[in-house]
Nanobody, 126 residues
């Protein structure tokens, strides 16, 4: 059974930092893209950041560019999201996603990801 388990969410003041982790089990995703998405109350899910299989190519949404960094450790089958300079508008449930497409690129569309975690809440107070 494939599982993606996120951790590291919580409550933080504006300007603070959090590091999210997503550990995969049940199969390896070392040769596939992974990504983070988020969904705020009353809003649609949105793309946050993605990374290709090697970690050599990444993409961040304009809203988080320069503040959030995605990385991965293939030896641990884990992807991370370092979030700095957090803002109240970053408040959302953050989801990890893993693709089954073994390509060299990353994807920004949720439809390209077959596996999803249960989500971790991030709340940024002003």
């Amino acid at each position: 059974q494939v599982q993606l388990v996120e951790s590291g969410g919580g409550l933080v003041q504006a300007g603070g930092s959090l590091r999210l982790s997503c550990a995969a089990s049940g199969r390896t995703f070392n040769n596939a893209p992974m990504a983070w998405f988020r969904q705020a109350p009353g809003k649609e899910r949105e793309f946050v950041a993605a990374i290709n299989w090697s970690g050599g190519s990444t993409k961040a949404a304009d809203s988080v560019k320069g503040r959030f960094t995605i990385s991965r450790d293939n030896a641990k089958n884990t992807v991370y999201l370092q979030m700095n300079s957090l803002k109240p508008e970053d408040t959302a449930v953050y989801y990890c996603a893993a693709s089954t497409y073994t390509s060299g690129t990353y994807y920004t569309s949720g439809g390209m990801y077959a596996y999803w975690g249960q989500g971790t809440q991030v709340t940024v107070s002003s």
